[in-house]
């Protein structure tokens, strides 16, 4: 999930701005320039909404300091009056007072350029992507991990890329493409960071080199989280470089533990707050085991499929593949991590709720559509579902419903 820093030394639109992009992202606060200096070292946001005029520090001036500090652009969005916009020569703005889907709109768009920049520099750049993390016998305080952060941004160029997700950091570098260059650039990382730590923590990366292991961005990343499962497993840090001839990555200390190992490789390593969402051929795997684990264990749980139909009245304005994003992602980040969800359609979902009742369902169902109805996008389609529990009896299905959601809902 993005994480986003707002700034602004007005409590009441503070607080508008952070209602509006907590439901989809992870939002951190400041009340002024300072003070966000030292929340973005804390934090590493991925994007900045700042107020343009405020005392001390206007946000031209905090975007300024940060590009000094860490040596490249922070994607910024802008907050402003309704005559201060000249000032901004061009730059990203909303107007105030803020309008829910314009900012959540204009955020969008500049958190896509992030992702866009990672996948056209591994489909076009030559270099190393890395995947670092800081390890040890204890958490990192937040001294190692200012530290290591200072350190990392000394050691990118401008065009070279980095993002945080949870405790990992991604991480393109130019014209990086040797094992031993990448050795050297994590060691002199992790000197940095034994130094801060009294040796009680070190950098632990996985290292992926394109084009000459791919030019695919998610397929990259997946190597190198892959890498640094393994380096992990050892639990003395270091660096470990994908290799497509060998089981394991090629890395320079003793071989781990077989059950750590497979382990570290395949959890997930920035569990986000959100339901399990995942691809048709994966869900038909859970799905399988789910029905297994409740026959064996005389447990239950409610499958829903979900399905949006354009209204009536058109639906030109509105792809209704992209109304299904956004009901898609609504939804997502309104059940339990424990949930599960597949598209099946265009304009449709699968959902499966372990361990609930009937009327928890229901009133989960009527939960999102009412959260739903307050969308702007919601005008563009109504929503229909089917519910159906999943039992321990031969999966018998019962309290089969069909429904169909109006707008007086």
Request: net charge negative.
């Amino acid at each position: 999930m993005f994480k986003i820093l707002i700034v602004d030394d007005e409590h009441m639109m503070l607080t508008i701005a952070k209602r509006v992009l907590s439901e989809k992202y992870e939002v951190v606060t400041a009340s002024g320039g300072s003070e966000a200096i030292e929340v973005y070292s804390k934090e590493q946001p991925d994007m900045l909404l700042t107020d343009l005029l405020m005392p001390g520090m206007s946000g031209i001036e905090l975007k300024a300091a940060l590009r000094e500090k860490y040596g490249r652009e922070i994607p910024t969005l802008f907050m402003t009056g309704v005559d201060e916009s000249a000032e901004l020569d061009g730059a990203d703005h909303v107007t105030k007072p803020i309008n829910a889907d314009e900012l959540l709109g204009k955020t969008a768009e500049i958190l896509s350029g992030i992702e866009d920049r990672f996948a056209r520099v591994c489909a076009n750049g030559n270099g190393a992507l890395m995947l670092a993390e800081i390890v040890g016998s204890s958490a990192p305080s937040q001294a190692v991990t200012d530290g290591f952060v200072q350190a990392l941004h000394k050691a990118l160029m401008p065009d070279d890329l980095l993002e945080k997700n949870g405790s990992v950091f991604r991480i393109f570098v130019y014209d990086l493409s040797s094992d031993s260059s990448a050795e050297e650039f994590i060691a002199s990382l992790d000197k940095t960071v034994s130094k801060l730590s009294d040796g009680k923590n070190s950098i632990a990366a996985g290292v992926v080199f394109a084009p000459e292991h791919g030019t695919d961005c998610a397929e990259l990343t997946s190597f190198a989280e892959k890498c640094l499962a393994d380096i992990k497993s050892r639990k003395n840090g270091g660096c470990a470089v994908f290799s497509p001839f060998d089981e394991q990555p090629i890395a320079g200390s003793s071989s781990p533990s077989n059950l750590q190992s497979l382990s570290l490789m395949f959890e997930e390593h920035s569990m986000i707050d959100s339901a399990f969402v995942i691809e048709t051929e994966a869900f038909s795997y859970v799905y399988r085991f789910l029905l297994r684990y409740i026959q064996s264990y005389s447990s239950s749980a409610y499958k829903l499929l979900v399905t949006l139909a354009p209204h009536s009245d058109g639906f030109d304005e509105e792809p209704i593949a992209e109304v299904t994003d956004a009901f898609g992602d609504m939804v997502a980040h309104s059940l339990r991590k424990s949930d599960i969800m597949v598209r099946t359609n265009d304009n449709q979902y699968l959902i499966i709720l372990p361990e609930i009742t009937e009327t928890d369902t229901e009133r989960l169902v009527q939960r999102l559509l009412r959260k739903w109805s307050t969308l702007d996008l919601a005008r563009f389609a109504e929503v229909s579902y089917e519910a159906e529990a999943i039992i321990a009896e031969k999966h018998q299905r019962e309290h089969r419903r069909n429904v169909r959601a109006t707008d007086e809902e």
